[in-house]
């Protein structure tokens, strides 16, 4: 049923797209759609034009990130965000994702931003359990084991028996 459903959306969408290129909207939900399948490289396309098409709506830059993260191109994610950050300072999701591009990329200057990201993220929600999770990572990548450790507990504390908590669970007992 799902897969019928998207396959309609994207059918819809495409529609749209052919009709009008211009629409930053119609761009960014058939990216949706092709990332939902599965097809990152076509939707990381549509979330640029939309981007390009509306510097306005932060969930453009946000969503296409998160699918240059996913597509492991970490530095073109940091890029996109830099910009996003400076015109949408206060969206946690921005700064969260950063700080996973910034982790990805893993050398000791961009484990440092990442936890400047993640901090940031955590400022403006103290109980972002994302973001926390990514503070513990990031501690653990700079072998601050008792600062993981910390960071993990919280984790476990917010997300209660959710899949960030197991996650949690299973990092403490590796540290």
Known sequence: MVTRNLDQALSLFENAATRDSTSAPVQFNLAYVLEEQGRLDDAIIHYR???????????????????????????????????????????????????????????????????????????????????LVGAARTAEARDDTPLARERWNAVIRLAGDGPSAEVARAALARL
Do not use: M, W
């Not at 994702?97 to 050398?107: E, I, M, R």
């Open 49 to 131: 034009a939309a981007v390009r098409l509306d510097s306005t709506e932060v969930r453009y830059p946000n969503n296409l990130s998160y699918a240059l993260v996913q597509k492991g191109r970490p530095f073109e994610a940091i890029e996109v965000l830099t910009f996003a950050v400076e015109r949408f300072p206060d969206v946690k999701q921005l700064h969260k994702n950063k700080g996973l591009a910034h982790l990805d990329v893993g050398n000791s200057f961009n484990l440092e931003q990442a936890e400047a990201s993640f901090t940031r993220a955590l400022e403006l929600d103290a109980n972002y359990v994302d973001a």
